[in-house]
């Protein structure tokens, strides 16, 4: 495979360095190391293949913002654990139109990473691997897929940690319909970034 010439954009750049800061903020003295290197696992594999495939395929600057935020929330969820992070403004505002009494940090951590949908969305176009109206219904059932995949891995491993490791892992908060709900907030992210995909269009730029 030919690479391309890539210059090192200022945007994704900085994006890189303000991660990578944030990573090494988010493993000083985590509240849980068990739960901190659980959680970390997907944020570096996803880090570091953007890096890695970055000479070959550079999305555009809002694919690049879509993808960090998930990185950067899930980093801080990681340092605190998904319900012990200080969220209360924002819990508090959404405990109004949720109706739950909950720390909430996790449930837009889950609405972000449907976000995701964008990039997904973006490749598929660029690339000319599919059509516009099928480039949406893959990237929204892609995001779908791997919620519910997610949530059966969150769920096997607090099976196997058991304990307090277990339950700050999994993140329920006693909230027995936790995982659908979790798997709501990704689609609905998804639906959300699509929406602003297709206003965008950032792959016309490259057509």
Request: glycine share 8%; aromatic share 18%; with cysteine.
């Amino acid at each position: 495979m030919e690479i391309m010439a890539f210059p090192l954009r200022p945007f994704p750049l900085l994006l890189a360095v303000f991660i990578s800061l944030l990573a090494i903020w988010s493993a000083v003295e985590p509240v849980s190391r068990a739960v901190w290197y659980a959680e970390v696992v997907p944020v570096f594999a996803v880090f570091m293949l953007l890096i890695v495939t970055y000479p070959w395929f550079q999305f555009s600057n809002p694919a690049y913002f879509c993808m960090s935020l998930w990185l950067i929330l899930h980093l801080i969820g990681a340092h605190y654990t998904f319900e012990l992070v200080p969220f209360k403004w924002g819990s508090d505002l959404l405990a109004g139109w949720l109706g739950e009494g909950r720390n909430h940090f996790d449930r837009v951590a889950h609405y972000i990473i449907g976000f995701y949908s964008f990039p997904m969305a973006e490749f598929l176009l660029r690339r000319k691997l599919t059509g516009p109206i099928v480039a949406g219904f893959f990237s929204l059932f892609f995001i779908m897929s791997v919620a519910a995949g997610y949530e059966l891995i969150e769920w096997q491993y607090a099976v196997i940690a058991g304990g307090q490791e277990g339950i700050a892992f999994l993140g329920s908060q006693g909230d027995v319909w936790d995982a659908q709900k979790d798997i709501l907030a990704d689609t609905l992210g998804a639906l959300t970034a699509l929406l602003l995909f297709y206003f965008i269009r950032p792959d016309k730029k490259y057509s």
